[in-house]
């Protein structure tokens, strides 16, 4: 597999910032392999991600950045610069519905999420068999509801041992504390089961039937404090009818969520997600 260097950033849009970059690029004897760009108009905000194929550069990752900094002071940038040789660390969190952790490490043993799945944290058993087929470590961890300060302080440690980049709520109903949403911002990836910002909170497929919805979907966003409110990487739909009852719906919804989870956890991990307030840019 090749190695690469990536290279996001966000920063106020002016002249230059492209043919800087590239630019500096270019004088490390760097190959661009993949360069994406977006002008915000309406914010006056330009974002961009670039892949670099490593071995052109004859450089550690941490020489280029130190070698790069004066340009991202330059032009003011929020960046980073990362190794693709270096693995995320994923913890998947799930309670008693198993479609999207099951598709998630099938996907994961597949290769096709760059990855290390580090653990599955449930506030149930019935999924243990599942993750420890593919030799994943299972945590139990009963989720007290007259005593979740608790619960969720045993979730933290589990994470931070862990050392988790990625916290994927595969359809883990329940609700994360303020703490645990401030301390891992940007961190946590949510799958809900409606096309938000419709039918938030519990039961979404049977608010949307009594509404008489002719679509569905399901939206993977980032958790924030504020549920189901945080910024949304990915949605997609699956159009219904009258005929259809609320089990129908289900049905279908399952099938639109793993699909959405699994493309929204994808492109977070090969950076290609760029949070900018409560939106995103997303160079899929």
């Known amino acids: 597999m090749s190695h690469y260097y990536r290279l996001v950033v966000s920063c106020p849009d002016q002249v230059g910032i492209v043919a800087r970059v590239s630019g500096f690029i270019a004088q490390q004897g760097g190959s661009i392999t993949e360069a994406s760009q977006h002008s915000d108009l309406q ?15 004859g450089m550690s990752v941490e020489t280029l950045r130190s070698a790069f900094e004066p340009i991202a002071q330059e032009f003011s940038m929020q960046w980073a610069l990362m190794d693709t040789q270096k693995r995320r660390r994923v913890i998947l969190m799930v309670s008693r519905e198993s479609h999207c952790l099951v598709d998630l490490l099938y996907r994961w043993q597949a290769g096709e999420l ?3 799945i580090a653990g599955v944290i449930s506030n149930h058993e019935d999924m243990r068999s599942i993750a420890e087929w593919y030799g994943i470590p299972y945590h139990h961890v ?18 931070d041992n862990a050392r988790a980049d990625c916290i994927v709520l595969a359809r883990y109903m329940q609700i ?12 946590v990836i949510n799958i809900h089961h ?29 958790v924030t404090e504020e549920l189901d409110a945080g910024p949304i990487i990915e949605q997609d739909i699956h159009r219904v009818s009258h005929c259809h009852t609320p089990t129908d ?10 699909a959405v989870l699994a493309r929204g956890l994808r492109w977070h991990l090969e950076d290609r997600v760029l949070i900018h307030g409560n939106k995103t840019v997303v160079f899929s």
């Open 194 to 222: 409606s096309f938000l910002p419709s039918f938030a909170g519990a039961k979404p497929y049977h608010q949307a039937y009594e509404r008489g919805v002719k679509l569905i979907g399901a939206t993977c966003h980032y």
């Open 249 to 258: 719906l289900v049905r279908f919804g399952r099938d639109v969520e793993k």
């Open 43 to 57: 914010t006056g905000r330009f974002f961009m991600r670039y892949e670099i194929l490593a071995d052109s550069l």
């Open 142 to 159: 009963p989720v007290d509801p007259n005593n979740k300060e608790a619960s969720f302080a045993q979730v933290q440690e589990l994470i």
């Open 114 to 116: 760059d990855c290390d």
């Open 176 to 187: 994360l504390p303020p703490s645990l949403c401030e301390r891992y911002a940007g961190q």
